[in-house]
């Protein structure tokens, strides 16, 4: 048999209460079994303190008394019931709708701080340089951003890139 047939039988196998082929296959497992015999020594140990503790005399009226002082007893007022009220709030069946609040809090969050003044668009007809030098610079610049070495410094570029050595309305009002 196995320890866990035999640990249940050991209560049984010192009040003498098993059968005689019960006894002996207990018998024959507690011979190889350490485990089993440190558990049988341990409950045999536990009932004879049992058996040599003298019995606690009380008064008649012991019980009586004992209820009367239960029943005056109040319950203490619990100083964290706040957090059973919040438990309460996340039960299972409630956890979809938070999630549904929260998601409708998020949209509401975003269509208030999303729904600002569109950037505005620069008007290009209200500079005074015509489209062709507006042209020219950005063929400049392209082309300095382009040789750029990216460790570099991109406004020595610029300079370098355009013919004038200048950039900006300088340059238009020495051309």
């Known amino acids: 048999m196995k320890c866990d047939k035999i640990q249940p039988m050991l209560s049984a196998f010192i009040d003498n ?3 005689a082929r019960d006894t002996w296959e ?6 190889e079994c350490h485990e089993c015999q440190r558990s049988l020594n341990e409950m045999k140990r536990t009932i004879k303190l049992l058996h040599d503790i003298s019995a606690f005399e ?11 002082k239960l029943s005056e ?7 964290l019931m706040w957090i059973k009220g919040l438990s309460r709030m996340f039960r299972p069946r409630l956890l979809p709708a938070w999630g549904a609040a929260s998601i409708l809090g998020i949209v509401l969050v975003m269509m208030v701080f999303f ?13 005074p340089a015509t489209e062709a030098n507006f042209v020219q610079q950005a063929k400049v610049q392209n082309m300095a951003f382009s040789a750029v070495n990216p460790l570099e410094d991109v406004s020595i570029a610029n300079l370098s890139a355009h013919p004038s ?3 900006g309305s300088n340059a238009n009002a020495s051309e």
């Open 165 to 167: 050595g200048q950039l």
């Open 58 to 68: 009380v008064s008649a009226d012991f019980d009586a008394k004992l209820q009367t």
């Open 26 to 31: 207990v018998d024959r497992h507690l011979a």
């Open 115 to 127: 729904n600002q003044k569109p950037i505005r668009t620069v008007n290009m007809n209200t500079f």
């Open 17 to 19: 209460a098993l059968s």
């Open 73 to 79: 007893l109040q319950p203490k007022p619990d100083r």
